[in-house]
């Protein structure tokens, strides 16, 4: 039918377990959003063993703080950031918190970003058959899907992301609204728009996100990004907070 469906979620990025980011976690979660949206940068702990407490913090906050007025869990859609990666073109082995703590899939040969047609050391090896892939989807049926992207940190945004991105949401034009989420804007407000980044970035999803219509475009580093069409605000209530540590 005609049927219009409201979906509740928030977007959000660059956290740290402050005394601040505790009253906006509880603030959330008396909305009862549906789920939250992580662009990146959560605990800043830049991949350094030695600062585990800010991921014990972090993970704290958002266990206990993000329980809906009903005692519900809010789920959390994340991607990573810089200082979670600790820096780009990272190796997964390199990355000892977020990938264990967000393990939304892994990947193995021969879906790895590297042929096995060639030959690798051991240790080489081990890399790929560890690898995650920090780029998955959710989709609401009927609704409303969300694509969860990895910009350059882990893993490359060109080869096998841009293919997977393009062929998961050319897979779902019939669902009238559809979101991708990632934590390096492709159209920064405030550095330079012909950064190396930024240029790769376009130059590898400018083209999908135009080809598959996509509805609103969330990039939580250096400038929050919506593209095609507002009018997605008039079916979604969107929350958007930027928490700074």
């Not at 200082?83 to 790895?112: A, Q």
């Not at 047609?117 to 920090?134: G, P, S």
């Not at 910009?151 to 393009?166: K, P």
């Not at 996100?209 to 979604?236: D, E, H, N, P, Y």
């Amino acid at each position: 039918g005609n049927e219009t469906r409201a979906v509740r979620y928030v977007a959000c990025a660059d956290l740290a377990a402050t005394d601040t980011a505790w009253e906006v976690t509880r603030s959330i979660a008396l909305e009862a959003p549906l789920f939250v949206l992580i662009g990146g940068d959560i605990a800043y702990a830049n991949s350094l063993p030695a600062c585990y407490r800010r991921w014990d913090r972090m993970l704290e906050m958002l266990s206990q703080g993000l329980v809906s007025p009903n005692g519900v869990s809010i789920a959390l859609i994340v991607s990573i950031g810089n200082h979670d990666s600790g820096g780009y073109f990272k190796l997964s082995s390199d990355v000892p918190f977020f990938i264990h703590y967000f393990p939304y899939v892994r990947v193995t040969p021969p879906f790895s970003e590297y042929p096995r047609k060639y030959n690798y050391t051991d240790a080489a090896m081990r890399e790929i058959t560890a690898r995650r892939k920090l780029y998955h989807e959710h989709v609401i049926p009927g609704l409303f899907i969300v694509v969860v992207l990895d910009s350059n940190l882990v893993n490359l945004s060109a080869g096998i992301q841009r293919f997977w991105m393009h062929n998961v949401l050319a897979s779902h034009l019939e669902l009238p609204f559809s979101a991708a989420v990632f934590h390096n804007s492709m159209y920064p407000c405030n550095r330079n728009y012909e950064e190396s980044l930024p240029t790769l970035q376009r130059q590898d999803w400018e083209h999908v996100f135009s080809t598959v219509r996509l509805s609103v475009c969330v990039a939580t580093f250096i400038g929050i990004q919506l593209v095609c069409t507002l009018v997605v605000l008039m079916f979604f209530s969107l929350f958007v907070f930027i928490i700074s540590c």
